[in-house]
T-cell receptor, first 112, second 115 residues
Framework: EDQVTQSPEALRLQEGESSSLNCSYTVSGLRGLFWYRQDPGKGPEFLFTLYSAGEEKEKERLKATLTKKESFLHITAPKPEDSATYLCAVQARRAAGNKLTFGGGTRVLVKP | GAVVSQHPSWVICKSGTSVKIECRSLDFQATTMFWYRQFPKQSLMLMATSNEGSKATYEQGVEKDKFLINHASLTLSTLTVTSAHPEDSSFYIC???????????FGPGTRLTVT
C-alpha cells in the first residue's frame, strides 16, 4: 500500500528564517510526486510535480527536491504570506484512476 | 490556466434533504474528476473518481447510494449528498485532471453543514 508521511506536522518560523519540510514516501513504482499549498477554507493550490530522483523545481521562495525515498520543500527567507498547509502526494504508476495518495500535511506559520 | 470552480461555496441544509454540489473545469476539458472530503485539520480523503460518460468508482467505505456522482460532460461533475445527516457535514473538494498530465487541479471547496 502506498504511504506518505510528512514532517513536521507544524512549523513556526520567523520571517526570513529558511527551513525545509520533509515528505517520505513508499510506493511501488513512482509516477509522480506532487506538492500543494492549502490556505484555510480553500482547496489545494498546485505547486510542483517531480518525476524522478534528482529532479528539482523552483517557484519564488519555494524549491522542491526528490530522492528515491523522500522529497523536501525548502522555503527560503519566508514571508508571512507563505503561511499555509503544505501537502505532499504521490501517484503510483499502477494507480487505479490516476488517484493521489496524500500525506497529512505540514502547517507552516511565518511570523513577521 | 487549469481553473476549477465549485458551486455553491457553502450550503446549510436540514437533515433528510439532498444537496447537489457542482464542479466545473473552466478552461480545459477534464476526462477525470475526483471528489474529496476533508475534516478539520486533516488531510484530504478521496471519495470517488469519475470519468466522463461512465459510472464513478468509489473508494472503500464510501456509500455510493448516498453520494451520487454524475460526470455528464468534459467540464462538469456533480456530487449529490442524498438524505443528508449531521455527520455528513464536512468540506467537500473536487479536482480535475488535464488529459495527458498527471497533476490534479482543485476547486475552492464547498462547506456543507447539515442541521
Amino acid at each position: 500500500e502506498d504511504q506518505v508521511t510528512q514532517s513536521p506536522e507544524a512549523l513556526r518560523l520567523q520571517e526570513g528564517e529558511s527551513s525545509s519540510l520533509n515528505c517520505s514516501y513508499t510506493v511501488s513504482g513512482l509516477r509522480g510526486l506532487f506538492w500543494y499549498r492549502q490556505d484555510p477554507g480553500k482547496g489545494p493550490e498546485f505547486l510542483f510535480t517531480l518525476y524522478s530522483a534528482g529532479e528539482e523545481k523552483e517557484k519564488e521562495r519555494l524549491k522542491a527536491t526528490l530522492t528515491k525515498k523522500e522529497s523536501f520543500l525548502h522555503i527560503t527567507a519566508p514571508k508571512p504570506e507563505d503561511s499555509a498547509t503544505y501537502l505532499c502526494a504521490v501517484q503510483a504508476r499502477r494507480a487505479a484512476g490516476n488517484k493521489l495518495t496524500f500525506g497529512g500535511g505540514t502547517r507552516v506559520l511565518v511570523k513577521p | 490556466g487549469a481553473v476549477v470552480s465549485q458551486h455553491p461555496s457553502w450550503v446549510i441544509c436540514k437533515s433528510g434533504t439532498s444537496v447537489k454540489i457542482e464542479c466545473r473545469s473552466l478552461d480545459f476539458q477534464a476526462t477525470t474528476m475526483f471528489w474529496y472530503r476533508q475534516f478539520p485539520k486533516q488531510s484530504l480523503m478521496l471519495m470517488a473518481t469519475s470519468n466522463e460518460g461512465s459510472k464513478a468508482t468509489y473508494e472503500q467505505g464510501v456509500e455510493k447510494d448516498k453520494f451520487l456522482i454524475n460526470h455528464a460532460s468534459l467540464t462538469l461533475s456533480t456530487l449529490t449528498v442524498t438524505s443528508a445527516h449531521p455527520e455528513d457535514s464536512s468540506f467537500y473538494i473536487c479536482s480535475a485532471r488535464v488529459s495527458g498530465r498527471y497533476e490534479q487541479y482543485f476547486g475552492p471547496g464547498t462547506r456543507l453543514t447539515v442541521t
